[in-house]
């Protein structure tokens, strides 16, 4: 599905490890609880996207645009956000040992709660 236009999409509970979505255009999608262990989203367009416990270990979002999106509670452990922008992301109460933020902008992202070590 790389390129595919997902916007707006509810993939609620869905089950997508491993899915090959690089360059995929998801602004605004509703993946709430969403399982994409291990997916391949580099490039991908999330801005606005809901992914509220949404679970991401191992995820690769290489240059993903996470603007504005909303993962509260996510499970993000070891996934890769190298120059991604996360500019205004709410990841509060998300799990994010041992991700990889190499130049990622996260300017007024929100990280109560969050756990980051590691």
Known sequence: MAGA??????????????AFLAGAFLAGAFLAGAFFTMAFLAGAFLAGA???GAFLAGAFLAGAFLAG?????AFLAGAF?????LAGAF???AFL???FFTMAFL????????????
Do not use: D, E, K, R
Request: charged share 0%.
């Open 91 to 93: 990841l509060a109460g």
């Open 50 to 52: 809901f992914l509220a």
């Open 97 to 99: 040992a041992g991700a």
């Open 69 to 73: 999106a909303f993962l509260a509670g």
């Open 5 to 18: 236009f997902l916007a707006g999409a509810f993939f609620t509970m869905a089950f997508l490890a491993g």
């Open 107 to 118: 300017a007024g992202a929100f990280l109560a709660g969050a756990f980051l070590a590691g």
């Open 81 to 85: 956000f190298t120059i991604a922008f």
